[in-house]
């Protein structure tokens, strides 16, 4: 590192502290392909010794890489960063590893690559855990169907009833369902009287939470893989060929990457698809069921998405009320959860006092009847404790539920996620904008006083001066 100008030496220093301090894995080679940085989580991550690794070429640490397969070496010819790209590789202590990465280069005022940096995160356990949920769903779908399958949906609420009804018009067709609610509204539990009303109750519904898959493993996850698409990369069914004449339910499919929700949009019209890294195309025969936890016309204009998928998957659509809406069904689930719950905490409660109910009914819920399912099962429990047998409003004043609130997000703090974030800057710039944005907010705070400023910042009252003359911010 020594060949390198004392500035930018100083500018890497503080880029290696940056991401010291929020322990992430990272190494930095510079433009002779040489690694100049590589810590001590990027150590334990490869098996390797930090000082086997430094001031070496980049290919000489990991053999197994080759210039058309290393993030780093493309950046440094390209200059075009790669953002949260997923991949496997052996590392130099034997084993295989799957990760994902962000790589971008630092360019001088020449606009020449002086460094490149790539931040890793060991996603290999996230892999073998999704790996193994397609294994149990194919096994799942595989095992012999139960002969009976029943569903109690409890309500007396009439627009409820008209809502089930059309549940079960719609099950008798092959369209697809788009189901919309609040959380807690029961979606996925639609969902399973649908597909239990439908011709496909036999065979199993295989789900996926698009939101609990990382979006680095849900393409793969859903299309399957093909032996080579990358490396490490197996010959894999995905849940699209195991839903295969049969329901598939996609769950939040509002938290899937727009770009995958294209390619999901072409199974949906057309019934084929490649697996990842495939050139064949399978073909399929699915009933989709898809549910989001808010307004389609929302999601399309966050653009979270896309209009035409939307369309697609929304010939028949379900909308489920809050249960303010339905709140003279708030009696029946009670009973009904205390039924549910009974057995399961070995406990004999028989009933509920009327003060209950009016307690329960005069109350914001919003997280829906699963929210109301928890208020009930933790009265049950104090009930029992205190050896009664009828649900009160004084076991409701016990449990002291607090009400939800969520805090709004400060306008500094609203990141596009980084799957998304495709930024125009270096991350000098970046960086340099950020601590812009800093100063402005803390002088306004002040009132433009430097003193306050120095101390709340923790930094010396000439170098915030400096930098208030750098970003021509006047106070």
Known sequence: MEKHPAEILSFLNQVMTVFDSIASSYIIIDASETVVAYNEVSSKLDGIAVDQVLNR?????????????????????????????AQSYQAPSGKMMTMTSSTFPIVDVCNTVIFVIEVVHDISNLRELTDHVIKLTESLKESQPPTKQSLQI??????????????????????????????GTGKELVARYLHLNSSHRNVAMVTVNCGAIPSTLIESTLFGTVKGAFSGAENKKGLLELADGGTLFLD????????????????????????????????????????MNEQPE???????????????????????????????????LVEHFIRKHNPLLNTTITGYTPDFIRSLESRPWPGNVRMLENVVLRCMLMCSQLSEEVLSALH???????????????????WLPADSWEPEESLAEHLASYEKKLLVNAVARC?????????????????????????????
């Open 154 to 183: 409890v309500t007396e609420n009439k627009q409820f009833q008209r809502l089930l009804k059309n549940v079960r018009t719609f099950a008798q067709t092959q369209l697809p369902v788009l189901i919309a609610g609040e959380t």
């Open 57 to 85: 070429k980049l290919l000489d640490v990991f053999p197994t890489l080759t210039r058309n397969s290393s993030s780093m070496l493309k950046v440094l010819r390209s200059q075009v960063p790669i953002w949260n790209k």
């Open 298 to 332: 929302v999601a399309i204009q966050k653009k979270e998405l896309r209009s035409d998928l939307f369309y697609r998957l929304g010939v028949c659509m379900v909308v489920l009320p809050p249960l303010q809406q339905r709140a003279d069904d708030i009696p029946h």
């Open 447 to 475: 009132n433009g006083n430097h003193s306050q400023v120095a101390r709340q910042l923790k930094t010396p009252r000439t170098t915030l001066q400096s930098k208030l003359r750098k970003y021509g911010i006047s106070t």
């Open 252 to 291: 939040e499919i509002n938290s899937m990457p727009i770009e995958v929700q294209s390619k999901l949009l072409r199974v949906v019209q057309e019934g084929a698809f490649r697996p990842l890294g495939g050139n064949n195309e399978k073909t399929v025969s699915i009933r989709y069921i898809a549910a």
């Open 396 to 414: 409701l004043g016990l449990i002291q539920e607090q009400p939800l609130s969520i805090e709004p997000i400060p306008a500094h703090q609203e």
